[in-house]
């Protein structure tokens, strides 16, 4: 089965959530729940959009919350790439 939700890999996402919940304090047993419980709310919408529970009106809106979740995501994980590996060698100036 190919879990996504508009074109978003649902294992991506749970990881890149956990991540950055991690920068935020979460950690231990506190990222395993997030990752069992954001695993089940994706993995459950991306089901109930393929089974046709969710009508196809709210869909676009569901897919629009997740890509712009993925999006921001990825705008973190840029920053943190950058901050680590540009700025920390001296490379260019810090943002």
Same mark, same amino acid.
């Given at each position: 089965? +190919?879990? &996504? *939700?508009?074109? *978003? /890999?649902?294992?991506? @996402?749970?990881f890149g959530i956990v991540e950055a &919940?991690? /920068?935020f304090g979460v950690s231990g047993?506190?990222?395993? #729940? @997030? &990752? @069992?419980m954001l695993g089940f709310i994706f993995v459950?919408?991306?089901q109930a959009i393929t089974n046709g529970i969710i009508p196809p009106a709210a869909v676009q809106y569901v897919e629009l919350v997740v890509t712009a979740l993925a999006g921001g995501l990825a705008?973190?994980? !840029? !920053?943190?790439?950058?901050?680590? +590996?540009? #700025?920390?060698? /001296? *490379?260019? &100036?810090?943002?």
């Open positions: 089965m +190919n879990f &996504a *939700i508009g074109g *978003i /890999g649902i294992a991506a @996402l749970v &919940a991690k /920068g047993r506190g990222c395993q #729940v @997030l &990752a @069992l459950g919408t991306s705008a973190m994980g !840029y !920053y943190d790439f950058i901050k680590k +590996n540009v #700025v920390a060698r /001296g *490379i260019m &100036a810090a943002p």
